[in-house]
């Protein structure tokens, strides 16, 4: 089975309708695939709509949380999105990005970059803007050869245009995630390249709280980090995932380039109790 937990479709910030995002998967020769859009699950509906036979959905959500001042994200799988207070908790993280996106737009023109609201909206659609959008029209303006480089200095944590938003905590997330029957993976959590990230010792701290599981094999991540995320794996007793973060067009990554052992996939589905994986059914 090729497995694949960490997917973006144009319900946030990847360039693939959920449509297309699942084809691409099928004939990508995958067997599960996971759709993770950030802090919603508007795209799902979609998704199960156009499921080809063979590929099964997981459903999922990539939260932003924040602690101790470092932003991380959670992602949770298989829990009832009809779960009030995990629900309103999204939609105040969905709320702040139109503001958001709108401050950090303002402090790039303050460097005399042309970058404008129209120009933003027009690259998100119907998606929950963000900073891969923004990152797109400095793409657009010449500004930044790629997405990853526009993360890695304008947009970066502790970038000049860079702009908090409204995150929740990551013992919360656990917490509001177990309630409605998901399972939460650290993503990428030491994607240095992204800015900061939390120290091992917060990750215990989470291990403690429930974490289920950390993204080790991501496209952030190098051969020495990869191995050295196991180890914290194997001594926190964490689940250990594979997953491409894809973005359709937007990044680099492929459907698939990374993936999920079986076995692990296989407990994290018997771990939830609030949602099911979907087999496709030919949509």
Not at 165 to 172: A, C, R
């Amino acid at each position: 089975m090729r497995i694949d937990l960490h997917t973006h479709s144009t319900a946030s910030d990847g360039t693939d309708t959920p449509a297309e995002l699942v084809r691409g998967a099928a004939a990508a020769g995958l067997d599960v695939v996971a759709l993770t859009d950030h802090d919603t699950v508007a795209g799902h509906a979609e998704a199960r709509a156009a499921l080809p036979e063979g590929l099964t959905l997981v459903t999922g959500a990539e939260l932003s949380c924040r602690l101790d001042g470092v932003s991380l994200h959670m992602l949770a799988y298989l829990f009832d999105p009809e779960e009030p207070e995990l629900a309103r908790e999204r939609e105040l993280v969905r709320d702040d990005r139109v503001p958001r996106a709108r401050a950090m737009i303002g402090k790039l023109r303050e460097h005399g970059i042309p970058v404008t609201w129209e120009q933003v909206a027009r690259i998100a659609g119907d998606g929950a803007v963000g900073r891969p959008h923004i990152a797109t029209a400095l793409m657009e303006l010449g500004v930044v050869d790629s997405v990853n480089d526009a993360f890695a200095s304008w947009l970066a944590s502790d970038g000049p245009a860079y702009v908090e938003k409204h995150e929740l905590d990551p013992f919360d997330a656990i917490r509001l995630v177990k309630a409605a029957g998901g399972v939460t993976v650290f993503a990428h959590p030491l994607a240095v390249k992204r800015g900061a990230c939390v120290p091992e010792s917060a990750v215990a701290e989470l291990a403690a709280a429930g974490l289920d599981g950390i993204e080790v094999d991501h496209m952030d991540h190098d051969a020495p980090t990869r191995a050295r995320l196991r180890g914290m794996a194997a001594d926190l007793g964490l689940l250990t995932t594979g997953s491409s973060d894809y973005h359709g067009s937007r990044k680099t990554c492929r459907l698939g380039e990374y993936t999920t052992d079986p076995e692990i996939y296989g407990e994290i589905v018997r771990r939830a109790t609030g949602a099911f994986p979907v087999p496709g059914a030919g949509g």
